[in-house]
């Protein structure tokens, strides 16, 4: 693997200290961090994590939101699943690795999916897989068994002996459990909690003992904040309670959700999260890069750590930028990104 060096305003550590920086990378680690001589016009930031995909809902792009969610995408015959099974599996193979391009172009390294399907579903997108961006594939219906898949993606808990022997099963192979729960209303949570999941999806609807367990169990909270109000399951900014869950301690992540709905573009969902739940730029960079823990890595800038990161070019901005990380999230984004770098390999650079 060669040494690259790069160079511009990096933020680094787990507060994002910006400083203007010349960055070492040998052998997919970032050996050296040493002040700059000059200022590049980069800034560099912690490549995203994607906590929250359906990248199979590519095939159904824009789809009318014309009906009750449930009736969307609620298995099993909720309108995607119908159009999954009715879609070719060289057809979805190519529809998931047009979106996992789509993400490493725009910053991110690393996606949570929730893959429908079963073994084969799980296989589908190992199959799509590019180099260079890391799925942490969380099968059902068998699928979450396969070595292909880091454990157990469920739509809802709902109490059945089959959805409670899967987690079971999943925890006794070492492997992952995650489960949507409080997105259009409350009756799933409680369930969801009896699972003793590792992930929690959506979380809109959480009350106050909700969060308080969330946090005293050490459950993270995958946030999906542009989904919710486009598909109706909020209209306001107490929901997802996302105040509440950081001043509870809790492990906040951030995802898109389904393709057919929403782009998985991670910068996105960092300026509409600022911009309507009022959170802090490096809040919202922790949430949005915190998912690498799922792949057991990081993105975090510092000496000695993986080299996954997201190269922007600050279009001139930073010198009239009081905050450079707000510039970076909310008026840059991903049309800015010009280099993608996963383990210290550069997966994308703009041409």
Not at 72 to 85: M, Q, S, T, W, Y
Not at 187 to 208: C, G, M, S, V, Y
Request: proline share 5%; hydrophobic share 40%; charged share 20%.
């Amino acid at each position: 693997m060669d040494n690259i060096q790069l160079t511009g305003t990096a933020f680094l550590g787990s507060d994002f200290r910006p400083e203007n920086v010349e960055l070492t990378i040998n052998n997919g680690v970032i050996t050296d961090i040493s002040p700059a001589r000059g200022n590049s016009g980069k800034l560099i930031l912690p490549a995203f994590f994607n906590a929250h995909t359906h990248i199979g809902d590519t095939v159904a792009l824009d789809t009318p939101i014309d009906r009750p969610l449930k009736e969307l995408v609620a298995p099993p015959d909720g309108l995607k699943h119908v159009i999954l099974r009715e879609t070719s599996q060289d057809k979805l193979i190519s529809a998931m690795r047009h979106t996992m391009e789509f993400m490493v172009q725009g910053g991110t390294t690393g996606f949570a999916d929730f893959r429908e399907g079963g073994a084969a579903g799980v296989s589908a997108i190992s199959s799509a897989g590019i180099s260079g961006i890391t799925p942490v594939i969380l099968g059902r219906d068998g699928g979450e068994l396969t070595a292909e898949s880091a454990g157990l993606g469920l739509s809802n808990a709902h109490r059945l002996d089959s959805e409670i022997e899967a987690a079971a099963a999943a925890k006794r192979a070492g492997k992952l459990v995650a489960v949507h729960a409080g997105e259009g209303g409350i009756k799933d949570i409680e369930p969801a909690f009896e699972l003793e999941p590792d992930l929690i999806i959506h979380a809109t609807n959480f009350r106050p003992q909700d969060i308080r367990r969330a946090a005293d169990e050490d459950i993270a909270v995958v946030l999906c904040p542009r989904s919710n109000w486009l598909l109706g399951v909020t209209d306001s900014a107490k929901k997802p309670p996302v105040r509440e869950l950081l001043d509870a301690g809790c492990r906040v992540y951030l995802g898109t959700d389904n393709v057919m709905f929403v782009s998985p573009d991670m910068a996105a969902e960092c300026a509409f999260l600022m911009t309507v739940y009022k959170t802090t730029p490096e809040e919202t960079l922790s949430m949005a890069s915190g998912g690498f823990s799922l792949a057991g890595t990081s993105s975090v800038i510092e000496e000695g750590k993986p080299a996954n990161l997201c190269v922007m070019d600050d279009a001139g901005l930073l010198s009239l930028s009081r905050k450079p990380l707000t510039t970076a999230l909310t008026r840059l984004g991903r049309g800015y990104v010009c280099q993608t770098v996963s383990n210290g390999e550069i997966i994308y650079s703009e041409k």
